[in-house]
Protein backbone atom coordinates (compact mmCIF):
# COMPACT_ATOMS: atom_id res chain seq x y z
CA UNK A 1 0.00 0.00 0.00
CA UNK A 2 1.43 3.71 -0.59
CA UNK A 3 2.32 5.77 1.80
CA UNK A 4 0.98 9.41 2.19
CA UNK A 5 2.49 11.70 -0.64
CA UNK A 6 2.93 15.34 -0.59
CA UNK A 7 3.58 17.54 -3.30
CA UNK A 8 5.73 19.50 -4.23
CA UNK A 9 8.87 18.89 -1.72
CA UNK A 10 10.31 21.80 -1.90
CA UNK A 11 9.03 25.14 -2.68
CA UNK A 12 10.61 29.19 -2.55
CA UNK A 13 8.08 31.52 -2.61
CA UNK A 14 8.29 35.26 -2.22
CA UNK A 15 6.33 37.51 0.81
CA UNK A 16 2.87 38.41 -0.71
CA UNK A 17 2.92 35.15 -2.83
CA UNK A 18 0.55 32.01 -2.04
CA UNK A 19 1.05 28.68 -2.63
CA UNK A 20 -0.87 25.64 -2.41
CA UNK A 21 0.30 22.40 -1.01
CA UNK A 22 -1.11 19.01 -1.98
CA UNK A 23 -1.69 15.85 -0.08
CA UNK A 24 -2.97 12.47 -1.18
CA UNK A 25 -3.36 10.00 1.86
CA UNK A 26 -3.05 6.18 1.90
CA UNK A 27 -5.74 4.73 0.16
CA UNK A 28 -8.47 4.38 2.33
CA UNK A 29 -7.95 7.03 4.63
CA UNK A 30 -10.70 9.37 4.95
CA UNK A 31 -8.66 11.95 7.25
CA UNK A 32 -6.46 14.03 6.62
CA UNK A 33 -4.39 16.72 9.32
CA UNK A 34 -2.07 19.24 8.38
CA UNK A 35 0.87 20.22 10.50
CA UNK A 36 3.13 23.66 10.73
CA UNK A 37 6.91 22.24 11.68
CA UNK A 38 9.24 25.24 12.66
CA UNK A 39 11.97 24.47 14.95
CA UNK A 40 11.09 27.49 17.31
CA UNK A 41 7.36 26.34 17.63
CA UNK A 42 7.56 22.59 17.15
CA UNK A 43 4.93 20.84 15.27
CA UNK A 44 1.35 22.84 15.39
CA UNK A 45 -1.81 21.77 14.49
CA UNK A 46 -3.65 23.94 11.49
CA UNK A 47 -6.84 21.84 10.79
CA UNK A 48 -8.41 18.09 9.64
CA UNK A 49 -10.47 17.25 7.57
CA UNK A 50 -12.52 14.47 7.07
CA UNK A 51 -14.98 13.26 4.49
CA UNK A 52 -15.07 16.61 2.65
CA UNK A 53 -15.50 19.04 5.76
CA UNK A 54 -13.33 20.70 7.88
CA UNK A 55 -13.62 19.01 11.53
CA UNK A 56 -10.91 20.71 14.02
CA UNK A 57 -8.78 23.57 13.53
CA UNK A 58 -5.82 25.07 14.89
CA UNK A 59 -4.98 28.74 16.14
CA UNK A 60 -3.82 29.49 12.75
CA UNK A 61 -4.97 33.11 10.70
CA UNK A 62 -7.60 33.13 8.21
CA UNK A 63 -4.36 32.93 5.64
CA UNK A 64 -4.64 29.31 5.96
CA UNK A 65 -6.92 27.19 4.98
CA UNK A 66 -7.87 24.07 3.14
CA UNK A 67 -10.04 21.99 1.72
CA UNK A 68 -10.59 18.04 0.83
CA UNK A 69 -11.92 15.91 -2.10
CA UNK A 70 -14.27 13.47 -2.73
CA UNK A 71 -11.39 10.81 -3.19
CA UNK A 72 -9.75 11.89 0.30
CA UNK A 73 -6.96 14.01 -1.19
CA UNK A 74 -6.32 17.28 0.50
CA UNK A 75 -4.75 20.63 -0.49
CA UNK A 76 -3.51 23.39 2.24
CA UNK A 77 -3.27 27.13 1.02
CA UNK A 78 -1.54 30.03 2.59
CA UNK A 79 -2.50 33.95 1.17
CA UNK A 80 -0.58 36.56 1.48
CA UNK A 81 2.96 34.92 2.41
CA UNK A 82 4.86 35.82 5.34
CA UNK A 83 8.32 35.41 5.71
CA UNK A 84 6.99 33.55 9.71
CA UNK A 85 5.78 31.07 7.22
CA UNK A 86 8.54 28.97 6.03
CA UNK A 87 8.08 26.08 7.95
CA UNK A 88 7.73 22.02 7.00
CA UNK A 89 4.29 21.49 6.48
CA UNK A 90 3.11 18.14 7.42
CA UNK A 91 0.51 15.64 6.22
CA UNK A 92 -1.22 12.80 8.24
CA UNK A 93 -3.75 10.81 7.31
CA UNK A 94 -5.91 8.12 9.00
CA UNK A 95 -8.55 5.78 8.64
CA UNK A 96 -11.00 7.57 10.05
CA UNK A 97 -11.74 8.94 13.46
CA UNK A 98 -8.94 6.98 15.35
CA UNK A 99 -7.24 10.02 14.17
CA UNK A 100 -4.72 8.81 16.82
CA UNK A 101 -2.75 6.47 14.30
CA UNK A 102 -2.04 9.13 11.79
CA UNK A 103 0.63 8.44 8.68
CA UNK A 104 2.86 11.13 8.19
CA UNK A 105 3.85 12.39 4.56
CA UNK A 106 7.53 13.35 3.66
CA UNK A 107 6.41 16.98 4.53
CA UNK A 108 6.86 19.85 2.18
CA UNK A 109 9.33 22.13 2.85
CA UNK A 110 8.53 25.85 2.17
CA UNK A 111 10.67 29.09 2.20
CA UNK A 112 9.27 32.54 2.21
CA UNK A 113 11.86 34.98 1.35
CA UNK B 1 -5.20 27.00 26.81
CA UNK B 2 -4.07 23.30 26.75
CA UNK B 3 -0.43 22.62 27.03
CA UNK B 4 1.66 19.81 27.02
CA UNK B 5 5.29 20.34 28.10
CA UNK B 6 7.94 17.94 27.49
CA UNK B 7 11.73 17.35 29.47
CA UNK B 8 14.01 17.11 29.26
CA UNK B 9 14.02 19.02 25.86
CA UNK B 10 17.46 16.95 24.93
CA UNK B 11 19.34 14.31 26.16
CA UNK B 12 22.56 12.23 25.83
CA UNK B 13 23.33 8.69 26.14
CA UNK B 14 25.54 5.58 25.69
CA UNK B 15 24.18 2.61 24.22
CA UNK B 16 22.71 0.48 26.69
CA UNK B 17 21.56 2.96 29.20
CA UNK B 18 17.70 3.18 29.88
CA UNK B 19 15.75 6.59 29.51
CA UNK B 20 12.84 8.42 30.81
CA UNK B 21 11.04 10.85 29.03
CA UNK B 22 8.63 12.87 30.57
CA UNK B 23 5.69 14.80 29.85
CA UNK B 24 3.02 16.77 31.46
CA UNK B 25 -0.97 18.47 30.30
CA UNK B 26 -3.01 20.78 30.74
CA UNK B 27 -6.19 19.92 29.29
CA UNK B 28 -9.82 20.82 29.21
CA UNK B 29 -11.17 18.02 27.69
CA UNK B 30 -8.38 15.36 27.42
CA UNK B 31 -9.24 12.25 25.23
CA UNK B 32 -6.03 10.48 25.10
CA UNK B 33 -2.47 11.00 25.23
CA UNK B 34 0.49 9.74 22.36
CA UNK B 35 4.03 9.56 21.84
CA UNK B 36 5.60 9.95 18.86
CA UNK B 37 8.97 9.31 17.54
CA UNK B 38 10.40 11.72 14.63
CA UNK B 39 13.36 11.01 12.78
CA UNK B 40 14.16 13.38 9.85
CA UNK B 41 11.24 14.20 8.81
CA UNK B 42 7.69 12.01 9.54
CA UNK B 43 6.73 11.26 12.92
CA UNK B 44 5.83 7.81 13.74
CA UNK B 45 3.21 6.69 16.09
CA UNK B 46 4.47 4.48 19.57
CA UNK B 47 1.38 4.68 21.86
CA UNK B 48 -1.69 6.16 22.66
CA UNK B 49 -2.64 6.00 26.33
CA UNK B 50 -6.52 6.89 27.38
CA UNK B 51 -6.66 4.84 31.33
CA UNK B 52 -4.40 5.74 33.94
CA UNK B 53 -2.06 3.47 35.51
CA UNK B 54 -2.19 0.48 32.55
CA UNK B 55 1.24 0.35 31.21
CA UNK B 56 1.79 -0.20 27.13
CA UNK B 57 4.92 -2.06 26.10
CA UNK B 58 6.53 -2.26 23.02
CA UNK B 59 9.89 -4.14 22.63
CA UNK B 60 11.80 -2.41 24.65
CA UNK B 61 9.46 1.00 24.76
CA UNK B 62 6.85 1.40 27.52
CA UNK B 63 4.64 4.00 28.41
CA UNK B 64 2.30 4.91 31.27
CA UNK B 65 -0.45 7.44 31.89
CA UNK B 66 -1.20 9.41 35.08
CA UNK B 67 -4.42 10.98 34.47
CA UNK B 68 -5.11 12.28 38.80
CA UNK B 69 -1.29 14.13 38.08
CA UNK B 70 -1.51 15.01 34.02
CA UNK B 71 1.44 13.42 33.10
CA UNK B 72 2.83 10.82 31.14
CA UNK B 73 6.39 8.61 31.11
CA UNK B 74 8.26 7.16 27.89
CA UNK B 75 11.09 4.52 29.01
CA UNK B 76 12.92 3.17 26.35
CA UNK B 77 15.37 0.16 28.10
CA UNK B 78 19.07 -0.78 26.70
CA UNK B 79 18.89 1.97 23.87
CA UNK B 80 20.26 1.70 20.45
CA UNK B 81 22.29 4.12 18.38
CA UNK B 82 18.57 3.68 16.26
CA UNK B 83 16.51 4.97 19.00
CA UNK B 84 18.19 8.67 18.44
CA UNK B 85 14.84 10.71 17.23
CA UNK B 86 13.01 13.32 18.71
CA UNK B 87 9.97 11.86 20.72
CA UNK B 88 6.91 13.53 20.80
CA UNK B 89 4.32 13.35 23.35
CA UNK B 90 0.36 14.63 22.23
CA UNK B 91 -2.30 15.24 23.66
CA UNK B 92 -5.76 14.86 22.13
CA UNK B 93 -8.86 16.39 23.72
CA UNK B 94 -12.49 15.76 22.65
CA UNK B 95 -13.04 16.61 19.81
CA UNK B 96 -9.74 14.90 18.43
CA UNK B 97 -7.95 18.15 18.21
CA UNK B 98 -4.05 17.16 18.73
CA UNK B 99 -1.69 19.17 20.75
CA UNK B 100 2.13 18.72 20.41
CA UNK B 101 5.08 19.17 23.19
CA UNK B 102 7.86 20.53 21.90
CA UNK B 103 9.49 17.32 21.64
CA UNK B 104 12.52 15.31 23.65
CA UNK B 105 15.78 15.19 21.48
CA UNK B 106 17.94 11.96 22.69
CA UNK B 107 20.92 11.11 21.13
CA UNK B 108 22.15 7.75 21.83
CA UNK B 109 25.81 7.25 21.32
CA UNK B 110 27.83 4.07 20.38
Known amino acids: KAGVTQTPRYLIKTRGQQVTLSCSPISGHRSVSWYQQTPGQGLQFLFE???????NKGNFPGRFSGRQFSNSRSEMNVSTLELGDSALYLC????????????FGPGTRLTVT | EDKVVQSPLSLVVHEGDTVTLNCSYE??????LLWYKQEKKAPTFLFML????IEKKSGRLSSILDKKELFSILNITATQTGDSAVYLCVEMDSSYKLIFGSGTRLLVRP
Open chain 2, 27 to 32: VTNFRS
Open chain 1, 92 to 103: ASSLDSSVYEQY
Open chain 1, 49 to 55: YFSETQR
Open chain 2, 50 to 53: TSSG
